[in-house]
């Protein structure tokens, strides 16, 4: 049991549930209310493999992460390693490789090869990037955080690409298509940027363990005060466009949608950039992190009300 445990800690099991939640609420509140009874046969069981297939692959990410982090995890956060105390190195990366062929197989079962064949060969390349990003770009300045982002948003476009056909990807088909279009990038550029402002904040959380081994995130390169003033932009940002968004919104009547979004999204995220600057220390960091990553969690349950409004 001490073994299961480990191991489900080491996967990130609140995060793969993120991810899993994150699929079900866009299959089943949004492409299902707007395509109604235009479904084709087989969805369901597609649908059920790229999310099985985006969970296995996101935990061989995230252990392969850990496996490339042990000497800064001694530094930044020693209490939560499992790696080396419970789960052995050469274990670690046996289940890397297990999880992500598994995941690639079941994106080939999920995917007609000459129709979807892009679709496979990005999760592959996910695969390959993912361990690019633990063993070397998240330690460079910037591009460790964009990966990561792009990576957020892409467990919402999978989807997307799965159900529209490419020529039509771009909101160029039916008025249907264009609706899921602009919906879908929606929630796929608030989850990149959001993903970007929590990267960061995580950046300065973790800085020290950084630091000491070598790596040049934006706090060790830029400095804490340049990197506040960063997610500052971009939280404003952020803010700004679901501003407008409700504002658009209100003109439908979507009363309920826009209370929440108000309440539960935008104030947080204000709160946030209230706080972003008193922050100076790495729990006051981990605070902010997890108020951010809970700002993600609100923005992707508004996903319920396109069920009752579409």
Not at 204 to 223: L, N, Q, S, V
Not at 302 to 308: E, G, L, N, T, V
């Amino acid at each position: 049991m001490r073994w299961v445990a480990a191991f489900l800690k080491l996967v990130r099991l609140p995060n793969l549930f993120f991810i899993a939640l994150t699929q079900f609420l866009f299959q089943f509140c949004i492409y299902q209310p707007l395509f109604r009874d235009l479904i084709p046969g087989g969805d369901m069981r597609q649908f059920i493999l790229i999310v099985l297939a985006s969970l296995l692959i996101g935990a061989a990410g995230y252990i392969i992460n850990d496996y490339f982090d042990l000497n800064i995890d001694e530094v930044n956060k020693p209490d939560r390693m499992v790696i080396g105390k419970i789960i052995s190195r050469r274990w670690a990366i046996a289940w890397h490789f297990i999880l992500s062929a598994a995941g690639l197989i079941l994106t080939f079962l999920a995917f007609p090869f000459l129709e979807k064949w892009y679709l496979i060969l990005i999760n592959a390349f996910t695969i390959a990037l993912l361990w690019f990003y633990s063993a070397s770009f998240k330690r460079k300045l910037l591009i460790g955080n964009v990966v990561i982002s792009l990576l957020t948003a892409w467990v919402i476009l999978v989807l997307f690409y799965s159900k529209i056909p490419l020529a039509h990807a771009f909101g160029s088909g039916n008025a249907t298509e264009h609706k899921f279009f602009r919906i879908t990038f929606l929630y796929a550029g608030f989850a990149f940027i959001s993903s970007l402002i929590r990267e960061a904040v995580k950046d300065m959380e973790d800085r020290e363990g950084d630091e000491k081994h070598g790596c040049r995130t934006m706090p060790i390169a830029w400095g804490a005060n340049a990197v506040k003033i960063y997610v500052a932009v971009l939280l404003a940002a952020l803010i700004i466009i679901l501003v407008i968004i409700q504002i658009y919104v209100l003109q439908f009547r979507w009363w309920w949608p826009v209370l929440y979004s108000v309440a539960l999204i935008i104030i947080p995220l204000v709160y946030i950039l209230l706080k972003l600057f008193r922050a100076n220390s790495a729990p006051g960091f981990h605070l902010l992190s997890n108020r951010i990553k809970l700002a993600m969690l609100t923005g992707v349950l508004s996903m319920i009300f396109f069920y009752f409004y579409l």
